[in-house]
C-alpha cells in the first residue's frame, strides 16, 4: 500500500525535525521511502501566539496495516517529545497519515483520509509536488488537488524551490 503522510513543526529546529522523521519513517519495518516534497514554511492555524510551522508530506509503500503504521508514526512523535498541551498548539512533530492508496478508514484512531487535509495548504501543495515528481494524480474526497487549492485564499505558504525531503538510504 502507498501512503501519504503529512509533516509539521515549529519547536525546537523545525526543518530538522521533519527531515530526521523522514529518516525514522524509512527506516521502519515494512516500510519503503518514495518521495518526498518541498519543504514550506506556514504561519499556524489556530493560535497565533507560536512560531510558523515548517511542513511537508511523503509517500511511503508500507506492508503495515493502518493502525500499525499510525503507532508506529506517534511513536516517532514521542521521541520526539511530541506533547498534546493545547489544541492546534506548537509541537516539536506532527505525523498525519492523509491517504492510504483508496481505503476509506472511520475507527476512533484513524480516519482516512484526514478529514482536513482539504482545507489545509500546508498539506495540498506538498501533495502537489509529490503527485508532479511521481506523475501520478491524487483525488482526495473525489477531486483532484487543484480543486481544493483553488477553494483556499486565507493561507500563504513559502517554499525553497530546491529543498526535498529526503531519507538516507543505509
Known amino acids: 500500500m502507498k501512503a501519504w503522510i503529512a509533516l509539521g513543526s515549529n519547536l525546537n529546529n523545525p526543518r530538522q525535525q521533519i527531515k530526521d522523521a523522514c529518516n525514522e519513517i524509512a527506516m521502519l519495518e515494512k516500510v519503503q521511502f ?7 514554511l506556514s504561519s499556524p492555524i489556530g493560535p497565533q501566539d507560536q512560531d510558523d510551522f515548517i511542513n511537508g508530506c511523503i ?9 500499525d503504521l499510525l503507532n508506529a508514526l506517534q511513536k516517532i512523535e514521542q521521541t520526539h517529545h511530541r506533547t498534546r498541551e493545547r489544541h492546534w498548539g506548537p509541537r516539536t512533530l506532527d505525523l498525519d497519515i492523509i491517504m492510504i492508496d483508496n ?23 506538498p501533495l502537489l509536488d509529490i503527485e508532479k515528481n ?37
Open 103 to 125: 481505503l476509506v478508514i472511520n475507527s476512533p484512531r484513524l480516519t482516512v483520509p484526514h478529514p482536513l487535509c482539504k482545507e489545509r495548504l500546508f498539506v495540498l501543495l
Open 34 to 40: 518514495i518521495s518526498g516534497s518541498k519543504i514550506y
Open 134 to 170: 511521481n506523475n501520478v494524480e491524487l483525488i482526495l474526497f473525489n477531486k483532484k488537488l487543484p480543486y481544493w487549492i483553488n477553494l483556499i485564499h486565507d493561507q500563504i505558504l513559502h517554499t525553497s524551490d530546491n529543498e526535498y525531503l529526503t531519507a538516507l538510504t543505509f
Open 59 to 67: 509517500v511511503v509503500e508500507t506492508q503495515l496495516e493502518p493502525i
